[in-house]
């Protein structure tokens, strides 16, 4: 049965969608059976793999609101061992039409029930608001990887959403866990990169990936391209860098059988 990652920060700019593209692309190129879920409006992960999200016929829209069932949806990428289930704009009716909705919470966990023994991976891109789509997707996870941009006002960010993944943990999901908090763009000749990672590593310890995102220019080009960056630059500093991160994640995986509670 595949693991079930999410992929959150309340906070916009961070590297939410830039993590669950190359993440999941790295997981792929490493022969693993992957599927990437876009729970974002924007649909950035959704182009930024090569598809239109324009030509859809249909998204994760249809299979949050019971119209279409995911293996109806979910679509192949030029990736190899990579599937989508691909979002666009009409994903933000989804919150509207829901409100009412019998167990809302669940839909996204229930729908990838039929779907989950297919892959050893799901990665889910949240989108960067606490809404019903990332409640959603906290409460199908088994875990969540928080991206964390080496930032002045990051760690009182990371509180603040630390304790609401607490509140879904205890209510929604008890066996939600953290995968780990990821450093991005992060920028050595930059003082506050140092000390944001200092104090993040002090406060949370083991918590925090050693593997580190830093700025890099071909990173931010490959969306534009539709490809992950370990596709369209393999020898980038961003392609090695999620190359090891997915290593990471596995060596994690294999030296304990599951991730200890979140704590605040």
């Known amino acids: 049965m595949g693991r079930i990652i999410a992929i959150a920060n309340q906070k916009g700019g961070v590297g939410k969608t830039t993590t669950a593209v190359n993440l999941a692309s790295s997981f ?4 693993k059976r992957v599927l990437l879920i876009d729970m974002d409006p924007q649909g950035n992960a959704t182009s930024g793999i090569g598809v239109d999200k324009k030509k859809l016929p249909a998204t994760v829209y249809q299979v949050l609101i019971g119209d279409e069932p995911v293996d109806r949806v979910v ?7 990579l599937d989508l289930l691909p979002a666009n704009q009409a994903l933000a009716g989804a919150e509207v039409e829901l409100v009412g909705a019998i167990a809302r919470e669940v839909r996204l966990r229930k729908a990838l029930d039929t779907v989950r023994d297919r892959y050893e991976f799901i990665f889910i891109d949240c989108p960067p608001s606490l809404s019903l789509l990332t409640l959603n997707a906290l409460t199908a996870a088994d875990s969540v990887l928080l991206p964390l941009q080496c930032e002045y006002y990051a760690m009182e960010g990371l509180s603040q959403l630390m304790q609401t993944i607490k509140l879904i943990e205890a209510n929604l999901n008890p066996g939600l866990k953290l995968e780990g908090i990821l450093l991005t763009m992060f920028d050595a000749r930059n ?34 391209h539709g490809l992950p960056i370990n596709i369209y630059d393999p020898q980038s500093r961003g392609a090695v860098g999620y190359e090891a991160l997915a290593r990471e994640i596995l060596s994690r995986a294999a030296e304990q059988t599951a991730a200890p509670r979140i704590e605040a």
């Open 28 to 31: 792929a190129a490493m022969g």
């Open 75 to 81: 679509r192949e990428t030029s990736v190899r061992d």
């Open 191 to 224: 003082n506050i990169c140092h000390q944001v990672a200092e104090d993040v590593t002090q406060h949370f310890g083991w918590k925090v990936f050693e593997s580190v995102i830093t700025r890099n220019v071909r990173l931010s080009e490959a969306p534009s």
